[in-house]
């Protein structure tokens, strides 16, 4: 039996048979696995923009979350963590290796990011990634009660909704996309490209971090299947008499004698809790941390903050070839200015993660060689992952943030940032490329691959008027505070669980919780209406 290190209950599949009106389902469990201290088990709430966004969800719910501990042949039974009742699923060595590393992380992954480093494409990894995400719709199937709602998470999971709705036609699926989805030119080269849309069509919604994401999505449909497609809304076809059945109250409309059952395609940015980050920054501990941290470095007048997953889709070796060229030309003075860069552990057993870490490590170190003192340091390089309070520490003390990505679904190092920045201070400068740039509109928005751009960038950060800096950062905030993470899931699953077009879903699917518990949405999220990305 696993334990937590708050409190834990362990509970046999069998006896959360049908239980759950709501259940999320991504590759990974909220929590990582520690030890207790006594050799025992234990699990800790993970970081990450994904359980960073939905934690605050799930604990509102009182909704299951199924997924994968982190570890292969992991047989954990399920438990319960932080107030979410958590279902894993096991993989095999084999699979970690094929379906996690292969096929999600070195064919989706670089293929949508729009081909950065070469995708492979292996017909073994394919396989096992059908395998897996069978079972993970298997495990959905077996938990859900009857005419629940289903929110499916992420590019690892895709073939998931078509799977979950032939196992269990009464549900009402979600799917969120937390990763760009390529334009067609792009998309195209998968050789699975068809099965991976359909796969993708099996939910009610399907959630993008971009409106250009939708629009690649729907464009994909009408290219590969022909589906007509209007504004948001696809119309898939249903064939079989059974199918048609399962999904009379989904039937939209009828195109000759052929019924027809609406998908919905659109953008709906992600986003954060603004307010939990706010009440760390104003903890007179953390500020103290803060200061303690500018004094760490000598106290330059600027530091400046990159804080990234350690992948090559963050554009970290751009940021320091700006960085290093402002030094070579006299612009930044090492004595003044200082960049922290913090890049977290990631994919470590994947060989381009490995000569990324080598190539970035490389740089660092030339650029120290070359231009460090003896009492400050140009770029001080941390490849380690930190708690949320540390991070916060770190925004406080940083005058500038970084957020270079050569291409990103959102960004929500970008958001944290502002929301933890209650003094009106700081300057983010932003990609273009992120998805967080469409909201986060008075940021100082550049093209990474632009180089002399981002040094000007830079520049202008560094130098910015403190009236100036107030104004955009007063803008931004109101910007993320309105549209927090509370926004994001509410404007998702009332658009889950909203009829239109004549679509109509049962009572039982119009909020998330257990069986034996309300149905009814929690009243933080009522009357909340997002603008959807």
Wanted: no cysteine; proline share 5%; hydrophobic share 40%.
């Amino acid at each position: 039996m696993a334990s937590s290190d708050s409190s834990s209950a362990s509970t046999s599949g069998d006896d959360l048979a049908g239980e759950f009106t709501f259940v999320v389902v991504s590759n990974r469990l909220p929590v990582d696995r520690i030890s207790d201290g006594a050799g025992e088990p234990a699990f800790r709430t993970s970081p990450g923009g994904l359980v960073t966004a939905l934690e605050p969800v799930m604990q509102q719910a009182d909704g299951a979350w199924i997924g994968w501990t982190g570890q292969p042949d992991d047989h954990v039974e399920p438990f319960e963590h932080d107030g979410i009742h958590l279902v894993p699923v096991v993989l095999s060595p084999e699979e970690v290796e094929e379906y996690y590393e292969g096929f999600s992380n070195d064919t989706l992954w670089p293929l949508y990011h729009d081909v950065i480093a070469p995708p492979a494409y292996h017909r073994e990894w394919w396989e096992s990634y059908v395998i897996v995400n069978q079972r993970f719709a298997d495990r959905a199937a077996a938990v859900t009660a009857e005419g629940g709602t289903v929110w499916v998470q992420d590019y690892q999971l895709q073939l998931v909704p078509s799977m979950l709705r032939r196992l269990r036609p009464d549900l009402t699926i979600g799917f969120f996309n937390h990763i760009p989805f390529p334009a067609y030119g792009i998309y195209s080269q998968l050789p699975w490209r068809r099965q991976i849309i359909e796969g993708l069509l099996g939910a009610d919604v399907i959630g993008f971090q971009r409106s250009a994401d939708a629009g690649n999505f729907t464009r994909a449909v009408r290219r590969l299947l022909g589906y007509q497609t209007k504004g948001s809304v696809i119309d898939v076809p249903l064939v079989a008499e059974e199918e048609v059945a399962s999904a009379k109250h989904r039937i939209s409309s009828v195109q000759g004698d052929q019924p027809v059952r609406t998908v919905v395609a659109k953008a709906f940015p992600i986003s954060i809790d603004a307010a939990r980050f706010e009440e760390l920054a104003r903890r007179p501990d953390i500020q103290a941390r803060a200061k303690e941290i500018r004094e760490g470095l000598g106290n330059p007048s600027v530091v400046m903050l990159g804080v990234d997953r350690l992948d090559y889709t963050k554009g970290i070796g751009h940021r320091l070839k700006a960085f290093g060229e402002l030094l070579a030309d006299g612009e930044l003075d090492v004595e003044d200015v200082t960049l922290v860069q913090v890049a977290s552990p990631s994919r470590e057993r994947v060989r381009t993660y490995q000569m990324l870490r080598d190539e970035i490590e490389l740089t660092v170190g030339r650029i120290n060689g070359d231009y460090s003192t003896i009492s400050h340091t140009a770029i001080s390089y941390l490849h380690h992952g930190y708690p949320r309070e540390e991070m916060v520490a770190l925004y406080l003390a940083a005058d500038v943030m970084l957020v270079t990505a050569l291409r990103d679904g959102m960004n929500l190092v970008a958001k944290e940032y502002v929301a933890t920045r209650f003094d009106n201070d700081g300057v983010l400068v932003l990609s273009e490329f992120a998805g967080a740039s469409d909201e986060l509109r008075t940021a100082l928005r550049v093209n990474p691959h632009d180089i002399e751009g981002l040094k000007e960038a830079m520049m202008q950060a560094a130098g910015m008027p403190q009236a100036e800096r107030a104004r955009r950062m007063r803008a931004l905030r109101k910007r993320v505070q309105e549209f927090d993470v509370a926004r994001w899931s509410s404007s998702f699953l009332s658009t889950l669980t909203t009829p239109s077009d004549g679509l109509s879903l049962p009572k039982a699917n119009r909020g998330p919780g257990k069986a034996a518990r309300s149905t009814r949405p929690t009243d933080a999220d009522d009357g909340i209406e997002g603008d959807g990305a």
